[in-house]
């Protein structure tokens, strides 16, 4: 779950989350993956953000990044994992 996001003055942002949710597809159903980190419960996933003017709430993507080999089980991408100190 998202608590919060950071922006700094170049329009990135960091979101902080607890853990990360991916699907996993076997034929025509979907299970749910929750991935957490027990050194770092805390994760700050790279984004870039944009505000709209027709818009009150700004526009932002997560970053993503070919998928490491023990997601790779589950989904082919992944979000890209900001350090802490960003």
Known sequence: ???RYY???DNIVA???NAV???QKSGSSKKKCIFT???NPTLYMAGCFRAEHDS???TFVI???DATELIQTIHYRMPVIAPEQY
Request: glycine letters at 0%; a negative charge; charged letters at 25%.
């Open 1 to 3: 779950m998202c608590s």
């Open 7 to 9: 922006v700094d003055s």
């Open 15 to 17: 979101e902080i989350y």
């Open 21 to 23: 949710n991916e699907w």
């Open 37 to 39: 980190s027990p050194e």
């Open 56 to 58: 009150p709430l700004p």
């Open 63 to 65: 970053l993503t990044r």
